[in-house]
């Protein structure tokens, strides 16, 4: 069975850090592009950051210059690290795999499996 498993959320005030974690089990996970995506109350889920299988990084210009997304293959593990932290930021984020053709690259899309989401709030 396939399960991404994400960790590291938590409550962050405004210009703080945090690291999300996203664990493969039952896949090998080097093999694929993986991405994170976000969902805030009431609005539509939107790609954050992805890396290829080779390891290219790719985040949208929301969080550009703020997020970097890294992997970590002996661990099965990708990594969100998030830093100058905006109450727009506040989402459930999940990790998914993606469709290689897509990552990197604007509008990139998750393909067969999502995790269950880490709730990120940040907030004064």
């Known amino acids: 069975q396939v399960q991404l498993v994400e960790s590291g959320g938590g409550l962050v005030r405004p210009g703080g850090s945090l690291r999300l974690s996203c664990t493969a089990f039952?896949?090998?996970?080097?093999?694929?592009?993986i991405g994170w995506f976000r969902q805030a109350p009431g609005k539509e889920v939107e790609g954050v950051s992805c890396?290829?299988?080779?390891?290219?990084?790719f985040s949208e210009d929301s969080v550009k210059g703020r997020f970097t997304i890294s992997r970590d293959n002996a661990k099965n593990t990708v990594y969100l690290q998030m830093n100058s932290l905006k109450p727009e930021d506040t989402a459930v984020y999940h990790c998914?795999?993606?469709?290689?053709?897509?990552?990197?690259?604007?509008?990139?899309?998750?393909?067969?499996?999502w995790g269950q989401g880490t709730q990120v709030t940040v907030s004064s």
């Open positions: 890396i290829s299988a080779d390891g290219n990084p």
């Open positions: 998914a795999t993606v469709f290689p053709a897509h990552c990197p690259g604007k509008g990139f899309t998750a393909d067969d499996y």
């Open positions: 039952g896949i090998t996970s080097e093999y694929y592009a």
